[in-house]
């Protein structure tokens, strides 16, 4: 009788590893929309392969109410938040939070050194870790992910400043 096959991964080469976790959920029927709007633009951001990402995989959360995701591997949070600053990332991030075309959004990130960070909007059902950690507006120090997960340095500017999300 043979065991089981047990492996595991050698990390060392990936010291600034960072794993982020993204779901959109549709919140009202005009959510679908948007949603499958979303699919093909996130497959052509993914196979421009911006630097530092290394691995990308779909997800799919529920199908009712649809509620699909991606888990992503970035190289270090340098790398991933420059992409999110960056053409075509910046422009969807602005034009969600005008408006989020009847969906919540939602990720989390965790850091290989150590920290975790996320952000939840318009999510209308509890998702996550905000299923029981306490929840805080995302305002002031806590707008950006950088401050969030307790990074240090300055953080690029961002694609939306909190002054011009809330006029």
């Known amino acids: ?3 089981v096959n047990r492996q595991t991964v050698d990390l060392s080469k990936y010291p600034d590893l960072v794993v982020i976790y993204l779901g959109m959920r549709m919140n ?3 959510g679908l929309k948007t949603m499958i709007g979303f699919g093909p633009r996130i497959q052509q951001s993914v196979d421009a392969k911006p630097e530092g990402l290394l691995l990308h995989e ?3 959360f529920s199908l009712f109410p649809p509620h ?4 992503q591997y970035w190289r270090d949070f340098e790398s991933l938040e ?3 600053r960056s053409e075509p990332h910046r422009i969807w991030w ?3 939070l005008k408006d989020s075309g009847g969906t919540g959004f939602w990720h989390e990130t965790y850091f290989m050194r150590g920290g975790m960070e996320a952000i939840y909007d318009d999510i209308n ?3 996550g870790m905000m299923r029981f950690a306490e929840l805080k507006p995302a305002r002031g120090p806590m707008f950006g992910a950088r401050v969030r997960s307790g990074r240090m340095g300055e953080a690029p500017a961002p694609p939306l400043t909190e002054q011009d999300l809330y006029r």
């Open 125 to 127: 059902h509890s998702v």
């Open 58 to 60: 779909n997800l799919l």
């Open 28 to 30: 009202m029927l005009r």
């Open 1 to 3: 009788m043979s065991g």
């Open 68 to 71: 699909f995701g991606m888990r």
């Open 82 to 84: 420059r992409w999110t």
């Open 94 to 96: 602005q034009n969600f």
